[in-house]
């Protein structure tokens, strides 16, 4: 639970702190006066001036703010001031106001070919339907999944969980739900090898011995079994790592 707040507040930080980042720098193209770049919400625990801009520590820690001269000001002195954002065109205001929008749509784009680069340009995408993609090599497959477990049954007393991937029955790569159900009665009352990739996508191989007489309605392992269509891309070239879609 400490760890999830943990996480929740960092990703806001960097959502709310990447969409001031933006509305600062268009600011500053126009020449408008930033008196601050908080990070967090005060009250203020620590600050420093660099340039005309006090960049604060604040204590929330609940994202962050950009403070320009003139964007709530009553003072006629500082609303005719030429670096105030009352003064700009309307269309630069327009510009600083969106920014902030476009900084967070650049981030998601960042993050994502992060991702990419750590997957190197592999991904899978689910399907509901037979869609081809542009510029990659499609390969469409069936993943078996684990949709429940019964308790007490060969599959539970095994370790299999509900959500983990069945890749293998002994060395055979398991494609369908109905290979898995064929090949569990051809084992029946001998031990078997089951390669699992768990919801965190870590792999382990676990034994089990499918049971010659279940209970009405649950099967030799005591599973239920579901199936999800997917696309596995392979992103070969530059513009295909970054242009490439449905079609």
């Keep these: 639970m400490f760890f999830t707040i943990i996480v ?5 930080l960097v959502l709310v702190v990447s969409h001031e980042f933006g509305h600062f720098i268009a600011a500053k193209k126009f020449g408008i ?5 908080g990070f967090g919400l005060p009250p203020r625990v ?22 320009l001269m003139g964007e709530d000001e009553t003072d006629k002195k500082v609303l005719k001031n ?16 969106v920014a902030g929008v476009v900084m967070n749509l650049v981030l998601a784009a960042v993050i994502f070919y992060i991702v990419l680069f750590a997957q190197g340009f592999k991904e899978q995408i689910p399907l509901l339907s037979p869609y081809k993609f542009a510029a990659v090599d499609q390969i469409n497959e069936a993943l078996v999944f684990i949709g429940g477990v019964t308790p007490d049954a060969p599959a539970d007393k095994g370790g299999i969980k509900s959500g983990d991937q069945v890749l ?22 001998k031990e078997v090898s089951l390669t699992l990739k768990s919801s965190e996508s870590q792999e382990r191989v676990v034994k089990v011995t499918p049971r010659a007489n279940p209970p009405a309605g649950q099967g030799a392992l005591g ?12 992103y070969e070239t530059l513009p295909q790592k970054l242009f490439s879609g449905f079609t």
């Design 223 to 234: 599973v239920e079994i579901g199936t999800a269509t997917v696309a596995n891309l392979n």
């Design 168 to 189: 293998k029955f002994n060395e055979t790569k398991v494609v369908s739900g109905e290979q898995l159900v064929s090949l569990t009665k051809d084992y029946v009352g």
């Design 8 to 12: 929740f507040i960092i990703t806001l």
């Design 46 to 67: 620590w600050g420093k001036k660099w340039g005309e801009t006090l960049v604060s520590l604040n204590l929330l820690p609940l994202g962050g703010f950009v403070r």
């Design 33 to 37: 006066g930033v008196l601050e770049f």
């Design 82 to 97: 030429k670096s105030s954002f009352a003064v700009k065109p309307v269309w630069q205001r327009i510009i600083v106001v």
